[in-house]
């Protein structure tokens, strides 16, 4: 039964995967401009006709539409995305490099928002309905709520400017710490009110069980009941919390390693961008939209798995 | 309705959308100075009582650009999500209600959709189309129409199993009929939920694409551009970014609190269900 759902679910993956690697690839298209004459044009705005027909033979632009579509997914299906424009380095490994970096940064920044999100979203579910409760439901809304780059820009100010605790950007050998904790306090910050108002809802529900009730009546000190019944229970639709935190974090990390200098894949999308290099761009794409599909896939089966009773199909 | 109109939650975030809303059709009235206006002679002066909230490196006054720049952000906002709301809630409805295979179609779409990340996608849109509001608010579309599909498709599904929609078709209603007459009244309210929460995020993420340049391009007062304009001088003139930041944080704090307030107004059983937005 679980071993057929999970099939079900994997074979799902198929056509999306097949349509997101479409999409990711038709982006070039819809772009006005030939990218080979974009990036042979001299700054001075003149383009060699000849050095521009070797760009295309090179990338493979002289060929029709699904030959270049085709001949590009069966390299993503091996791992590679194709050559930079700039800098003729292999796209898979240049992506790959900076998302590690980003996930350096986002674990910091996970850990920062489980430390805030799971003290409140209890405090707040235990004082369900009173100043308490509405006092954190409002900073969790007002956490969502701050513009990313702006938060970025106001702690810079403060930590960096006015009391240089911190340095202001920068990436070193991407391992000091100093360098992390700014960023990853912006992602962190804003995951850490969505988790909150996840927990807060999942602890409500299950202090409403009949187990949390035994416990109660079998004499357990309330401390002991909530620790150990009710927040351990509460926790597992937080699995799920964390796959949206991963697309809140994803998400994120656009602006806040832009700001931040830090070469992660948000900053390369947008340097990729901001320099033509379509390949880049099309090959980070992709790569951030199938370890987010997988990422949600495998969280999707470890709730399932965790909650015996709930075995629907969780589109419907 | 009149039960809508007693909390207080909504009555209070009313107030202040009523309020930005007021400022921005009005901002040629209401702002102290022309927009337009640079006046060389007093760049990045903090704020004082001719400039309450300084100006800027042209020498602009931020006050009246923040309250044109509240046109921009609001039109985004609900111009983006009334298209998105049309097209996703027509394709949730028609999947929910036939099911089959043009569920099925509908629902991998949707999820193809989804398997980016909003950013991404909407960034790699704007890029290819090309820098301005126009793209921008395509890129935004493509992202936000997939939150109504999903929630209208699940709202459906659960309303057609109902007695009266059951009955209506057994009398020989048109599916067209039963759609419009049953189902579509009956899903209104997650809908306007997620439009709520639905226009807070849309405009967070064109301040953010407009922050990174791929927006709303500086000619144009928006709060994202401002900031964009802003960072170079963030070090010694920070209320080039204070305020407009701010009131991006206000408008969306605002549509959330909003929206918040509806989810717990319009259904009990919807208070415990975690509507989350897309961005």
Redesign the interface.
């Known amino acids: 039964m679980l071993k057929d759902y999970f099939i079900r679910r994997a074979l ?1 993956l198929i ?2 995967l097949i ?2 690697s479409f ?2 690839f038709s ?2 298209y ?3 401009g030939d990218p080979a004459e974009i990036m042979m044009t001299s700054p001075s705005g003149g383009y060699d006709e000849a050095a521009v027909e070797a760009f295309r033979i090179a990338h493979g632009l002289d060929q029709p539409f699904y030959i270049q579509y085709l001949n590009w997914f069966k390299g993503a299906v091996v791992g590679n995305f194709g050559y930079s424009y700039m800098s003729e380095q292999p796209v898979f490994e240049t992506v790959l490099n900076a998302f590690k970096n980003t996930l350096t940064l986002s674990v910091l920044a996970l850990v920062i928002a489980l430390v805030i999100a799971i003290p409140f979203g209890v405090v707040s579910a235990l004082k369900h309905n009173t100043v308490v409760d509405d006092a954190c ?2 900073c969790a ?2 956490g ?7 938060q970025a ?2 702690m ?2 403060l930590f960096s ?1 006015i009391l240089h605790w911190l340095p202001p950007s920068g990436f070193g050998h991407g391992t000091e710490i100093s360098y992390m904790i700014l960023p990853a306090t912006v992602l962190g910050t804003g995951s850490a009110a ?1 988790m909150m ?2 927990i807060r ?1 999942s602890m ?2 299950v202090m409403g069980k009949e187990y949390i009730q035994t416990a109660r009546g079998k004499g357990l000190s309330e401390k002991i009941v909530i620790i150990r019944h009710a927040l351990k229970n509460a926790l597992v639709p937080v699995i799920t919390v964390i796959g ?1 935190s991963i ?1 809140f974090l ?3 990390s ?2 806040v390693e ?1 700001i931040f200098g830090w070469s992660g894949i ?1 900053n390369l ?2 340097d990729s ?1 901001l320099s033509h290099d ?1 390949m880049m ?1 099309q090959g ?2 992709l790569f ?3 370890i ?2 997988l990422i949600n896939f495998f969280v999707d089966l470890v709730y399932v798995w965790a909650n015996p009773e709930i075995r629907y199909d969780r ?2 | 309705m009149i039960e809508i109109l007693k909390n207080r939650q909504i009555i209070l975030s009313l107030i202040i959308l009523g309020g930005l809303i007021f400022m921005a059709v009005f901002a040629g009235v209401l702002a102290p100075y022309d927009y337009k206006e640079k006046d060389l002679q007093n760049r990045q002066q903090p704020p004082s009582s001719d400039h309450l909230f300084g100006t800027d490196h042209l020498g602009r006054d931020i006050l009246t650009m923040v309250m044109y720049g509240a046109r921009a952000s609001l039109f985004v906002g609900f111009a983006v999500v009334s298209v998105s709301l049309a097209i996703g809630v027509t394709l949730g409805v028609l999947a929910g209600y036939y099911g089959g295979w043009l569920d099925e179609i509908i ?3 949707t ?2 959709f989804l ?7 909407a ?3 704007t ?4 820098q301005g509001m126009e793209n921008m608010m395509l890129a935004l579309i493509a992202v936000e129409w997939t939150v109504f599909a999903r929630v209208a498709r ?1 709202s459906t ?1 659960d309303v057609k199993t109902k007695g009266y929609v059951r009955a209506s078709r057994w009398v020989g209603a048109s599916n067209s009929y039963v759609m419009i007459k049953h189902v579509l009244p009956n899903i209104i309210s997650p809908v306007l939920i997620m439009a709520s929460i639905g226009i ?1 995020n849309v405009i ?1 993420a064109a ?2 694409l407009s ?2 340049g ?1 927006g709303v391009q500086p000619s144009t007062p928006e709060w994202g551009s401002m ?1 964009n304009a802003g ?1 170079t001088y ?2 010694t003139a ?1 209320w080039l ?2 305020f407009p ?1 701010l009131l ?2 206000m408008t ?2 605002a549509f ?2 909003f929206g ?1 307030g509806l989810r717990d107004a319009l259904d009990q059983k919807m208070k ?1 269900l ?1 509507l ?1 937005g897309r ?1």
Do not use: K, Q
Not at chain 1, 144 to 150: A, D, E, R
Not at chain 2, 115 to 121: K, N
């Open positions: 799902y056509p999306v349509f997101i999409m990711s982006l070039i819809i772009a006005p439901r409002f809304l007002f969502v709520s701050i513009p990313n780059f702006w820009y106001m810079i100010i400017v969505v108002r996840m809802s409500l529900d949206l697309g994803l998400n994120g656009v602006v832009t948000g999308v947008v961008i379509y761009v980070s794409v951030v939209a199938v987010f599909l589109n419907s | 629902m991998r779409l999820d193809s398997a980016f990340p909003s950013m991404f996608l960034l790699a849109i890029a290819f189309l090309g699940g599904l807070g967070l301040a953010g922050f990174l791929f900031l960072r963030f070090s920070p970014m204070f930041g991006i944080m969306v704090l959330n609190y918040d415990n975690e989350e961005f």
